[in-house]
């Protein structure tokens, strides 16, 4: 698969079916979520709005075919951890180790950074002893990335009739002033920020 010909675009909510394929089999077939059930697809559409209010929702797609997705939410809730945000992502069965989840995390990342996120934190399922459900795959990809280890908890999800651990890594991608700028919506950002961030704005969103 050529790199270059695949486009990273911002989400729209007619992406829930196939975005929903993609998610399907962690849900069904490992712990790397620990979501018991699939989503119905109006719950997963409703997610993507939810999250475009204020965070950006990126895909991954190539000659039609959506091949993954990115995207942030808040971290925690609080209004003091305003300047922190969670990232997660899916790639389609088949298509890890193609170089997307870099281009897809170096989007987000200078997407994030022009709405003055401060913090990018990832929740990271992590087996004890790697199995058929959960490998350290996700933690090693996040270390790749820039990521540092910051926390462990213990035996805290159940799935699959097996206890696994939850690791928090983050990436500090701006500076921390004693007055920090506001955050800034996504759909508030201008248009460039998108261009800079090799992004391609499908006409969902008011940038």
Known sequence: MEYNSIQIRTAAAEDAWELLKIYKPYVKKTAITFEYDVPTPEEFKARI?????KYPYLVAEKDGELLGYVYTGPFVGRAA??????????????????????????????????????????CIGSPETEDEYLTRNSI?????????????????????????????????????PAEPM????????????????GVVNTGSLNL
């Open 49 to 53: 709005e939810n999250t475009l209010k």
């Open 81 to 122: 951890y305003g300047w922190a945000a969670e990232v997660s992502i899916y790639l389609k069965e088949g298509s890890q180790r193609l170089g997307l989840g870099k281009r897809l995390y170096q989007a987000i990342e200078e997407i994030s950074r022009a709405q003055n996120i401060l913090n990018l934190n990832a």
């Open 140 to 176: 090693q990809f996040h270390s790749h990335m820039g990521y540092r280890w910051v926390g462990e908890f213990y035996k805290c999800g159940y799935k699959f009739g097996r206890w696994y651990n939850m690791v928090w890594m983050e990436k500090i991608i701006g500076e921390h």
């Open 182 to 197: 506001a955050v800034i919506p996504f759909p508030e950002l201008d248009r460039d920020v998108l261009d800079r961030a």
